[in-house]
């Protein structure tokens, strides 16, 4: 659940995803939110299943929320921006544990020049807050990571098993 006061109230439920919001912004006429949701299996999952990732940037319209006699606005029907799956089998053998190939670094900001918060190795399992991409390129993909309460980036090619990116339209944001 997400409280902005005076504003809005965000609340999500999900059986199978790992959801994590990363931003939302109040325009004048609209309102957007990007959050990243990530495919770990539920009950039914089959052994041969991959995990997806997926990001989204969503766009409601004020007057949507503000002429609606309901309590709640669906946002549906959104395409997302980010798509990467990950190997056969990694529901089942991985579910929402992540951590990286090998021995990184836990980058302040996404680049390899960067100052150096930690070191990362395989046994670290740290939560995945959002995918972005630099400057430079959209396809110099970084992760924003939070583990023991630090946060920080790592390039997207160190994390653990083989994603492959299937879709990237992702936009540069500071």
Known sequence: MFEY????????SSAGYYLNFD???????FIEID?????????????EEKRMFLKYKARIDKEKISNTASWI??????????IAEDTIGSVNKFESNFFVKEK?????SKSLDSEIIMELIPENIFNIIDVCCTEKSKND???????EDKEGYIPFLSLSEN?????????YEE
């Open 35 to 47: 959050f990243i949701e990530i495919w770990i299996g539920a009950e039914e999952t089959s052994a």
């Open 73 to 82: 606005v669906e946002v549906y029907g959104i395409d997302p921006i980010f």
């Open 141 to 147: 993909i970084w992760l924003k990571v939070e583990y």
């Open 5 to 12: 006061p005076n504003k809005i109230t965000l609340g999500f």
């Open 104 to 108: 990184t670094f836990l980058r302040k």
């Open 23 to 29: 931003n939302i912004n109040f325009e004048d006429n």
């Open 163 to 171: 994603w492959t990116v299937m879709e990237n339209n992702l936009i």
